[in-house]
């Protein structure tokens, strides 16, 4: 399977229209891949928490729209990375916001929608102006052999626990769609190949390059193998990383070192 990663450029001065159209156009030229990827929170920038209001959409918008298109042009399964969700209004008041990240079929169908559960900032930004996802999301994707997709987003690289969950639901390829900061690019790479050898998966990391509402990004996109090792890694730029994955080789690679099998599950709490 050919996998390609989009590590789009925020730039504060291109509108969101336009860099909806720009992104679009960037996916329509992977259509020799069979997978493409792109970062969170790409429309309006991950840390400009002032626009989140504004820009929110509801899952059929503008963003859906476009990237519908544009992956059925392109005949590419497309994880068009993640919107500023407007979730349906309650009785008397808005709507909730999430962090949603989309995926469309080759046909330009939305497959599944995954609402970001770890949310950054601690008493602040994205902590407090979104709601938490509450379910874990796969996309199985069809062929011999088929594989499977298990989604995460940015922060949620930090909790080893979400991502056994996708394993046991049977995710072979974790994809991290994610807006991380550069000053903390060292955790980024270490943490994506954790994430791989602990879960003995294939992982597709993709950042965003610029800079967002003054925090500058990390870009340096990754693919790593269920090994650990590192099959491509993106540059601070805007950049398409693409690599082949041998989708055998997760099923191999447990059989082989069968590490997955002798986890110690349910054991008592410790003694206080």
Avoid at 30 to 46: F, I, K, N, R
Avoid at 66 to 74: G, Q, S, T, Y
Avoid at 81 to 103: C, D, K, M, Q, Y
Wanted: hydrophobic share 45%; glycine share 10%.
């Amino acid at each position: 399977m050919r996998a390609s990663l989009i590590q789009i450029a925020v730039d504060p001065e291109e509108s969101v229209d336009s860099r909806r159209e720009r992104a679009a156009a960037l996916v329509r030229e992977q259509s020799g891949a069979d997978l493409v990827v792109l970062p969170e929170l790409w429309p309006t920038g991950a840390f400009a928490y002032d626009l989140f209001t504004a820009e929110a959409e509801p899952l059929d918008g503008p963003t859906h729209e476009v990237m519908a298109k544009a992956a059925a042009d392109a005949g590419v399964w497309l994880h068009a990375g993640s919107i500023v969700e407007r979730g349906p209004a309650a009785e008397g008041s808005a709507g909730a916001l999430f962090n949603t990240s989309l995926v469309f079929s080759p046909a330009g169908e939305l497959a599944r929608v995954y609402r970001k559960i770890h949310r950054f900032g601690f008493d602040k930004g994205e902590a407090v102006m979104m709601a938490a996802g509450t379910e874990l999301v796969t996309v199985p994707l069809p062929g011999s052999p088929g594989a499977t997709l298990g989604l995460a987003t940015c922060y949620d690289l930090r909790f080893p626990e979400l991502f056994r969950g996708l394993v046991d639901a049977g995710a072979d390829i974790l994809v991290i769609a994610a807006g991380w900061p550069e000053r903390r690019r060292a955790h980024w790479t270490l943490l994506a190949q954790a994430r791989a050898v602990e879960n003995q998966s294939y992982v597709l990391a993709v950042g965003s390059a610029g800079t967002h509402a003054g925090v500058q990004q990390a870009g340096h996109s990754i693919v790593v193998d269920p090994w650990g090792e590192v099959l491509a890694e993106a540059g601070p730029d805007e950049q398409i990383l693409t690599a082949d994955l041998d989708l055998t080789k997760p099923a191999a690679t447990r059989e082989q070192f069968p590490a997955l099998k002798d986890r110690m599950l349910g054991l008592p709490s410790p003694r206080r």
